[in-house]
C-alpha cells in the first residue's frame, strides 16, 4: 500500500466526484490495449471481410471512438470530457506471433484531452468497447473468443507526468 488516499472516497468513505475546478488545462494523453482471443477461421472471416455482419474492423473502430466520448455516462465519477483526440487501431494477431499462442486482434486505443483531469478512463472504455464489438459481431460463429489484457499502457499530462506500464 501507499500513503496516498483513494480521490474519489472522502473524509466520511463516501463516493464522490473528485473536485478539480482549480487544476490548470493541461495537455493529457492515454493509450490502453486490450486483446480479443478467438478462433483462426473467425480471425480469418473477420480479415478476409467474410462476417455476416459486415466489416467488423470498421464498426470495431467506430464504436470505441464513441465508446470514449460516453464514458462519463457509463462510469459513475468520470467527468466529462471534451475530448480533443480518439483513435482506436485494430491488428489482427496469427497464430504464431503471441507467446501464449492465442490469435485474435489487438486493440489500441489512443485518446486525448486538453483539460483538468486525466483521459485514462477513455482510453480504457475505447479499447474494452473495440473488443466487446468485435465478440458481438461475430459470437455466432465463435462464443468461446476471450476479451484479456486490457490495460493502460501511457498516460501523459497534468500534474503526475508521464506514466509507462514498464
Not at 473524509?11 to 482471443?37: H, L, P
Not at 497464430?95 to 486538453?114: P, W
Amino acid at each position: 500500500m501507499t500513503d496516498q488516499n483513494l480521490t474519489h472516497i472522502d473524509e466520511k468513505g463516501e463516493v464522490r466526484m473528485v473536485d478539480v475546478s482549480q487544476k490548470a488545462d493541461t495537455e493529457r494523453i492515454a493509450v490502453a490495449e486490450g486483446f480479443i482471443a478467438m478462433n483462426s477461421s473467425t480471425l480469418d472471416l473477420i480479415v478476409e471481410g467474410k462476417a455476416a455482419k459486415g466489416d467488423v474492423l470498421a464498426c470495431a473502430r467506430v464504436a470505441g471512438v464513441m465508446a470514449a466520448k460516453q464514458t462519463s455516462a457509463l462510469i459513475p465519477m468520470c467527468h466529462p470530457l471534451n475530448i480533443t483526440k480518439a483513435k482506436v487501431d485494430l491488428e489482427p494477431v496469427f497464430a504464431g506471433e503471441r507467446e501464449d499462442g492465442n490469435v485474435g486482434i489487438h486493440v489500441l486505443a489512443t485518446c486525448g484531452v486538453t483539460g483538468k483531469t486525466g483521459i485514462e478512463m477513455e482510453a480504457l472504455t475505447a479499447s474494452s468497447v473495440a473488443c466487446l464489438t468485435i465478440y458481438d459481431m461475430c459470437k455466432a460463429v465463435d462464443r468461446g473468443m476471450e476479451i484479456m489484457d486490457v490495460r493502460l499502457l501511457k498516460k501523459d499530462g497534468g500534474k503526475s507526468g508521464l506514466w509507462e506500464r514498464g
